[in-house]
């Protein structure tokens, strides 16, 4: 996948294509990121990518020009490419999103600094504004970032193991089980014994387990847009009991 960043900070990217399985996939050519200075297209011996907005009001905006003419020099290397622009007024990234995006070949991301875009850039060129998250940012590097990492690994081939991308958290709904390694003992905390018993049958019983009632304790919300198994359902009446005995 082509993904080209049209940003005023390239440098920050530096470190991220550099590390880990981002850097991996790019070994690969799997991924083929690319930074465009912003400033590299602003004119004027200062190169001034900001400006005064229009009707008064605090903050910057960044001038259309600049961003356009960084824009036409990623399309002519990636001219199918879907320009996405990281606003704080986007829709939110989802792992639905992410894996919408991996089925792409090729990105533009948009890092918006200041106050925001003058809106003729957006309406003309964006196809959709993308918010990482209801916090304020100081600008879309991150988010570039982080839409970066979670579609790569999408990318099959990306990740060793090729059900490891579809069998994580929110995939199935629900947020993972436990996890344990050596020692079996630590800090007085042992591992559940199932778990050392070697019975898959039962490992994975309560690996479902688990996860259901996790979600019930760090995520009920995801269980309200979800349907429940036959399985899950007796497992929480289960608890259900158990909990009824206690409040006798
Ligand atoms: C005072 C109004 N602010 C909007 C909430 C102005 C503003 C704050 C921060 C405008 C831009 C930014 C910079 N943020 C991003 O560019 C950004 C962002 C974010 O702030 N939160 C979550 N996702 C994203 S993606 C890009």
């Known amino acids: 996948m082509k993904v080209c960043i049209l940003t005023?900070?390239?440098?920050?990217?530096?470190?991220?294509?550099?590390?880990?399985?981002?850097?991996?996939?790019?070994?690969?050519?799997?991924l083929d990121p690319v930074t465009i200075n912003i400033r590299d297209h602003a004119e004027g011996r200062h190169r001034v990518t900001d400006d005064r907005p229009y009707g008064g009001g605090c903050g910057m905006v960044m001038k259309p020009e600049?961003?356009?003419?960084?824009?036409m020099e990623a399309k002519t290397r990636m001219p199918q490419a879907t320009v996405l622009l990281l606003s704080p007024q986007g829709r939110p990234f989802d792992q639905t999103l992410a894996e919408s995006l991996s089925a792409t070949e090729a990105m533009v991301m948009v890092c918006g600094r200041y106050e925001g875009v003058d809106e003729r850039f957006i309406d003309r060129h964006v196809d959709a504004e993308i918010s990482i998250g209801d916090f304020v940012l100081t600008g879309g590097e991150l988010g570039a970032m982080v839409i970066t990492?979670?579609?790569?690994?999408?990318?099959?081939?990306?990740?060793?193991n090729e059900d490891s991308a579809q069998s994580d958290t929110f995939s199935d709904g629900l947020v993972e089980y436990a996890h344990y390694t050596r020692p079996p003992v630590f800090d007085d905390q042992d591992v559940p014994d199932v778990l050392l018993s070697g019975n898959h049958q039962k490992i994975d019983r309560w690996?479902?387990?688990?996860?259901?009632i996790?979600?019930?304790?760090?995520?009920?919300?995801?269980?309200?847009?979800?349907?429940?198994?036959?399985?899950?359902?007796?497992?929480?009446e289960k608890w259900r009991r158990i909990i009824d005995g206690l409040l006798e």
Request: charged share 30%.
């Open 66 to 71: 600049p961003l356009t003419a960084a824009l």
């Open 149 to 160: 990492d979670a579609v790569t690994r999408l990318i099959p081939g990306v990740l060793g």
């Open 207 to 212: 690996r479902r387990e688990n996860a259901l």
């Open 8 to 30: 005023l900070f390239p440098e920050l990217f530096t470190p991220f294509w550099d590390h880990g399985i981002i850097r991996r996939a790019i070994q690969a050519e799997k």
């Open 214 to 236: 996790r979600t019930v304790l760090k995520r009920p919300d995801l269980l309200e847009q979800r349907a429940l198994s036959a399985e899950e359902r007796r497992t929480l």
